[in-house]
């Protein structure tokens, strides 16, 4: 099981608000990270390329490239934070954004409560991968 602190926890037992609760933080660190490992730039520039990746609208397409990737319980997780009763949508993004994003997050948390790590790495590369070909794929039209 690979997590920071170890500490029992039954993601099953969570409900997918809570579970976005921490994959929003689990899938803003793989971006930072990737962020800060492709090479040293001001923060600003950092913070601004992170903002892009992390907003609703990106979390949800992120999510429409590896759907079908999904095994059947992720695919449960994510359709249960996306199905959740939200409190608020944010003035920039559409409810289908905004519960797809949340679906998402729900996803990662279960991931990462359940110490699947190296899923979530692959489940990222994935999106990033995809997100690569169809910005290769624009520039050509």
Do not use: W
């Amino acid at each position: 099981m690979e997590r920071f602190l170890g500490q029992p926890c039954d993601p099953s037992l969570l409900s997918p608000l809570t579970l976005a609760f921490v994959g929003d933080c689990v899938f803003e660190l793989f971006v930072r990270e990737q962020l800060v490992c492709g090479g040293n730039c001001p923060v600003k520039k950092l913070h601004a390329r992170a903002v892009e990746q992390v907003c609703c609208s990106a979390q949800n397409q992120a999510v429409n490239r590896i759907f079908p990737l999904l095994e059947e319980k992720e695919r449960e997780v994510f359709l249960r934070g996306r199905n959740a009763h939200v409190g608020h949508v944010p003035k920039n993004a559409s409810p289908a954004e905004y519960h797809g994003a949340t679906g998402l997050e729900a996803l990662f948390g279960y991931l990462y409560l359940e110490g699947k790590l190296d899923r979530l790495r692959q489940l990222f590369s994935a999106m990033q991968a995809a997100q690569t070909t169809e910005a290769m794929q624009a520039t050509e039209e």
